[in-house]
């Protein structure tokens, strides 16, 4: 069962749709479901779909010709396969579809241009001089992102421009990827995206009928099954220097944020290098940095201001729980990893993942109108604010902190200023307070909101507050993870 991509499937269909050619660009990570996607978009149309194989440009051209010649293409009677790449390329133009768009997809586009590098100026010739004004959709599709931004689609490449349509593919948002699993409680769905985050190809190892507990030991820490050895192979595809790699991923993962302390943890003595490989994680979409939502650009422009995350929830979960413990369960000692070093830790490290879904929500109740206003920012906060200290004259001081998620208006003349507890505990009215009195300083200068969002509920003087203050609004567990706006 094909389970979300409405946005990804609209934008084709849309392209397939239109009175002229086109050219589509479609790319994105490993395992985002690229191949999938697309298949399930062709799957009620004339096409030909082409997966590219790292191997030789005689080899890959011969594959190709056997591809095309299986739609019966009046050529097949006189050649065996096409003599060169112009040719094979023209041969859209006879594909036998009638009025129907001539349909062809070539996944893994950058094998194909590995092999031979006069591709995509051969396919800029023919486009230019042919193929724009016909009615016909190619579809170049790849997983290699920094080959497909910085060699293909870049100012002064032969595709440059070119493209009718460039979609770079994300993993599945919170709302879709647990879909898979419509049986699993509220708070299971938090902590299973938090494992495996909008990855379909992980999504789908897990067992919808096995409880979370018996997935994570079956499909992950066990010896043998798929994802036991999904990091390791997709290091290796990516990535020379593999153990350099490891350590910065495992830094970050046990809490190491800043470029310094991922520096210092990784054992790498210079922190430029540490930057360099740090630059090829996010462009492997492994790593993001995150800035405060009122960084400047000389902060945005300086790698060592910030704070470095894993935007794999599966990377994350690896190098926290499994990468550590591995002898253990190369031991097959599971259940000892899972009791001992999993379970206690598991509803603390869904937390930070937390965040996350309830920034997603806030997007859906951005889309129905039922915010205060509609932000155009949203992010995490971070700097220095006056916060509650009773041990002081004045009963406060100032600190460094952290607001979870702030939204602002146009011009800044509203904020929405919101927190998100996931634990076991309701969220208390002196939590209220701590968050109040962040941003006290700008407070004169623009309307206030704010949104909490909580696991286990609100306190009853919270509760009681939130019905007379219309500037508070509570959201519960339920209407976060059922979208209940």
Not at 230 to 253: C, G, H, P, W
Not at 459 to 464: F, Q, W
Request: aromatic share 12%.
């Amino acid at each position: 069962m094909f389970i979300g991509r409405e946005a990804e499937l609209r934008f084709l269909e849309e392209r397939y749709e239109s009175n002229r050619g086109e050219l589509v660009v479609l790319y994105g990570r490993r395992r985002v479901g690229k191949t999938e996607t697309l298949r399930h978009f062709s799957e009620d149309k004339p096409h030909v779909f082409f997966s590219c194989r790292e191997c030789t440009d005689q080899l890959q051209l011969k594959s190709f010709s056997e591809k095309v010649f299986k739609e019966d293409i009046p050529v097949k009677k006189y050649i065996s396969a096409f003599p060169d790449w112009e040719q094979a390329f023209r041969s859209v133009l006879d594909l036998p579809y009638g009025a129907k768009k001539k349909l062809l997809i070539i996944d893994e586009f950058p094998y194909m241009c590995k092999s031979n590098t006069s591709i995509p100026s051969i396919l800029q010739n023919l486009w230019d001089e042919l193929l724009k004004d016909s009615n016909i959709m190619i579809v170049l599709c790849g997983s290699a992102m920094s080959f497909i931004e910085k060699e293909l689609l870049a100012e002064k490449n032969p595709l440059y421009g070119r493209a009718t349509g460039i979609y770079k593919m994300d993993p599945m948002g919170f709302y879709d990827a647990v879909k898979f699993f419509p049986e699993y409680s509220s708070k299971d769905k938090v902590i299973l995206y938090s494992v495996l985050g909008g990855i379909p190809h992980y999504l789908k190892q897990f067992d919808p009928t096995l409880s979370l507990a018996e997935n994570i030991k079956h499909n992950i820490l066990t010896k043998g099954c798929a994802l036991y050895s999904e990091v390791d192979f997709l290091l290796k595809q990516e990535l020379r220097e593999t153990t350099v790699y490891n350590s910065i991923i495992e830094a970050i993962a046990l809490g190491a944020t800043k470029l310094n302390e991922i520096s210092q943890r990784s054992l790498l003595d210079d922190t430029s290098k540490t930057s360099a490989y740090l630059r090829n994680l996010k462009e492997l979409g492994l790593v993001k940095r995150e800035l405060s939502i009122d960084a400047g650009d000389n902060e945005k422009s300086n790698a060592g201001r910030g704070i470095y995350k894993l935007s794999d929830s599966f990377f994350r979960f690896w190098y926290a729980f499994a990468f550590t413990n591995i002898s253990d369960l190369e031991s097959n000692d599971v259940q000892g990893v899972y009791t001992y070093v999993v379970e206690p830790q598991l509803h603390q490290f869904a937390s930070f993942t937390f965040e996350d879904i309830c920034k997603e929500y806030m997007m859906e109740l951005k889309k129905q109108n039922a915010l205060p206003f509609r932000y155009t920012k949203m992010g995490r906060w971070f700097g220095k604010t006056t916060i509650r200290d009773n041990t002081k004259p004045t009963g406060t001081r100032i600190a460094e902190t952290e607001i979870d998620i702030l939204a602002t208006s146009t011009g800044k003349k509203e904020y929405l200023v919101s927190e998100c507890k996931f634990k076991s505990q309701p969220f208390s009215y002196s939590e209220y307070l701590d968050t109040a009195v962040k941003l006290s300083s700008y407070k004169n200068k623009a309307d206030f909101y704010y949104a909490l969002f909580s696991e286990n509920g609100f306190d009853i003087r919270l509760t009681e507050k939130a019905k007379d203050d219309r500037s508070l609004y509570l959201y519960s567990l339920d209407q976060i993870v059922n979208r209940i706006i």
